[in-house]
């Protein structure tokens, strides 16, 4: 099975700002790897989602994480925020082999400060 | 339609009661997949469908929880006498291939249990 950890509950950063949100994961299989972002009383967004080849992983909305297998993390980076980038964010994981089910980290609260 | 629909939205049930909620994923989808998602946590795996058949219903917690899909699209996750454990936002999600790698999630249901 896999598992996600994610460090940081809430992050609070002021606009404009660079941010790094954290994601440890761990597998006993190679993996798939995902940032959700959820906004208040909807579901999930894709950002972005590392399957293979390069390690950089461009998303939506300026967001970028990189997948670095042996630190076994996919950390999430923007290197400006917006007033709109307030949301939770999820870190996911899914077997290769097995990849019907996510494992999701327990999200981190992202608040940016104007 | 355009994206997964689930209703209702919000649900009241006292403990005890039955509740049935409904998935209705983008049309076409093969793969249907249900979480769980407790306050403050990140979306738990609860069951996938490939089409009818329901592949993994791992994740339910108890034998109080039923999801079928009859004829392959729209799908019902039904809860038996509810306990206050139970309240939670559950997401459904659909995608176009077998596996998850394509997930689209809906709005979710809030079901909370008095």
């Known amino acids: 099975a896999q598992s996600v950890t994610q460090l940081d509950s809430q992050v609070p950063v002021f606009e404009e700002a660079p941010v790094e949100l954290r994601c440890n994961y761990s597998?006993?299989?190679?993996?798939?790897l995902f940032w959700y972002v959820q906004y208040p009383n909807q579901g999930l967004q894709l950002l972005l989602k590392y399957l293979s080849g390069s390690t950089l992983v461009k998303g939506i909305n300026g967001f970028e994480a990189e997948f670095n297998k042996s630190q076994t993390s996919f950390h999430l980076r923007k290197p400006s925020v917006h007033i709109s980038d307030t949301a939770e964010y999820f870190c996911?994981?899914?077997?290769?082999?097995?990849?019907?089910?996510?494992?999701f980290g327990t999200g981190t609260s992202l608040t940016v400060i104007p | 339609g355009a994206g997964v629909s689930q209703s209702p939205r919000y649900k009241v049930a006292k403990r005890g009661q039955d509740v049935a909620l409904r998935c209705d994923p983008i049309?076409?989808?093969?793969?249907l997949f249900w979480y769980q998602q407790a306050l403050g946590q990140g979306p738990e795996f609860l069951t996938y469908?490939?089409?009818?058949?329901?592949?993994?219903k791992s994740g339910l917690p108890s034998d109080r929880f039923f999801a079928e899909r009859p004829e392959g699209s729209v799908s019902t996750l039904k809860i038996q006498r509810t306990q206050q454990e139970d309240s939670a936002v559950y997401l459904c999600?659909?995608?176009?291939?077998?596996?998850?790698?394509?997930?689209?999630f809906g709005s979710g249901t809030r079901l909370t249990v008095v």
């Open positions: 999600a659909s995608s176009p291939r077998t596996g998850g790698l394509g997930y689209t």
């Open positions: 996911a994981v899914s077997g290769r082999d097995t990849g019907n089910q996510f494992y």
């Open positions: 049309s076409g989808h093969v793969s």
């Open positions: 597998s006993s299989v190679s993996v798939y």
């Open positions: 469908f490939q089409n009818e058949a329901q592949l993994d």
